[in-house]
């Protein structure tokens, strides 16, 4: 093992000399410059390599956290109502009234954006909810249920840019 390492050492000297005899060559203000632009150009390395990806991944990590703890925080918030739905208990009001514009009024009460919204029939409607907090949409859809008797027949849900938003397109009906 020691030969091999001294042989790597010999190796790299050998490969370097060029290198060494252009750095005599040169006048002592150059072999400053020369210096501090390599210190300059290590340090800068060093941090490209392994600092910022540390940093990064520690950041993505603390956003991943406080996702996951808002679901958590849903789920527990909201364990009760799905107690009583896996139990058959249901509480669906029918809605009065236009209920187009009580599915509007009430995305915007939750601090929600509707970004798609059109009518199928007199009973159902496809929304489109873009680059919305996971937490507040579900808390959205469950209320239109419970409160309004709307019920989301289809849903298709896609992670959205940026941590804990969600891209939402569903099919709502009223009634049973």
């Given at each position: 093992m020691n030969e091999q390492i001294r042989e790597a050492r010999e190796q790299t000297l050998k490969a370097l000399e060029p290198a060494r005899q252009w750095y005599a060559t040169l006048q002592y203000r150059e072999q400053v410059a020369v210096a501090?632009?390599?210190?300059?150009?290590?340090?800068?390395?060093?941090?490209?390599?392994?600092?910022?990806?540390?940093?990064?991944?520690?950041?993505?990590?603390?956003q991943r956290y406080l996702s996951q703890a808002q679901v958590?925080?849903?789920?527990?918030d909201n364990a009760e109502v799905v107690r009583a739905a896996r139990s058959g208990q249901r509480n669906t009001p029918t809605m009065q009234g236009d209920w187009i514009s009580v599915i509007n009024a009430s995305a915007s009460r939750a601090g929600l954006t509707l970004r798609g919204f059109t009518p199928e029939?007199?009973?159902?409607?496809?929304?489109?909810?873009?680059q919305q907090p996971f937490a507040p949409v579900i808390t959205w859809l469950q209320t239109l249920q419970q409160e309004q008797g709307v019920r989301a027949a289809a849903v298709e849900i896609s992670t959205g840019q940026t941590p804990g938003t969600v891209n939402v397109r569903a099919t709502l009906r009223r009634g049973s």
């Open positions: 501090v632009l390599g210190a300059a150009l290590v340090l800068m390395l060093i941090y490209l390599l392994m600092w910022k990806p540390v940093l990064d991944a520690r950041q993505a990590a603390v958590v925080d849903w789920m527990q029939g007199n009973d159902a409607a496809r929304v489109q909810l873009e």
